[in-house]
């Protein structure tokens, strides 16, 4: 569907819930939103009446967000991919409106993606005024689709404060495009276990066995001139270990937590001494 209006309009636009979706969109070059239980939006031209008497046999409220992204959003505008806090990418709006089965969201349009992050970009790195965080940190502003129109600035500007602030420097692992065949950081345990395989061998270690039940693998690590099994268990975020916390305080425990990310700002009072915690994110950053 084509918008009469062309002037250019700025939009961020939520990747799935914690931006699982992502991946998908990254890959397939496109921008795309939910309830697709509604079906093609192009029947309904722009009759919107029609529209969200259809949208309310389906699902609660009147779909204003679906409208606005096939009634509004155009070729030739710029979108954020986003998920709350942290933002994955920017590109223009390349496409009309498509519905795709194919695609777990199937409202989309194509985008081309002039960056895209590695490992998501945190927006409380970003050097941004604290009106423009809010329309991405706040709850409220935590919508699918949301112009990026901001108090008295309008959308342009705070998209390009947003895209300077991004461009100004350098983020570490989230500039890579991709790293030994990965084309993103990891988002779940099992990325996190395929990553530890890729570095192991600068980390100087060894995978001797990795199952499904607590804790997961044998390792063996060089210490000195000798190779020594420890066990180890995988999380994407260290404190993904609290689920073991009764088995590892009842005497089962484990020698490595091996995580993409540490986000315990304090080491638990629970969690032995002797149990080392691995923080890839930080190896692969000392790496390039």
Known sequence: MTDQ???VEYWKIAAG????????QRDCEVVCVGWSLVGSLRKF????????KAF??????KGNQLWTFYNRVKKGDW?????????????????DYE??????YSHCRKTAYER???EPLEVERLRLDPDIKRLFLVRANQRTVKNLCCDDSSGSRVFEKIKLAIT???????DLAEWEGLRNAPISEQETIVLFSKMSPILRMKISYVGTRYPDAIIRVKEGRQWVNKTAEFERLASGFESHKDEYKSGNRCDMIICWENDWTNKPRWLGNETEIVELREKLGEII
């Open 79 to 95: 979108v954020i991919a986003c998920a709350g806090s942290k933002i994955f990418g920017y590109g223009k709006i390349d496409g």
């Open 56 to 61: 309310r046999r389906k699902y609660p409220g």
């Open 116 to 118: 895209v992050f590695w």
């Open 17 to 24: 819930e914690r931006g699982y979706l992502w991946p998908q």
């Open 168 to 174: 100004s420097r350098p983020y570490g692992v989230a």
């Open 99 to 104: 519905f795709r089965n194919d695609l777990d």
């Open 45 to 52: 031209g722009k009759n919107k009446e029609k529209f969200s």
């Open 5 to 7: 209006n062309n002037e």
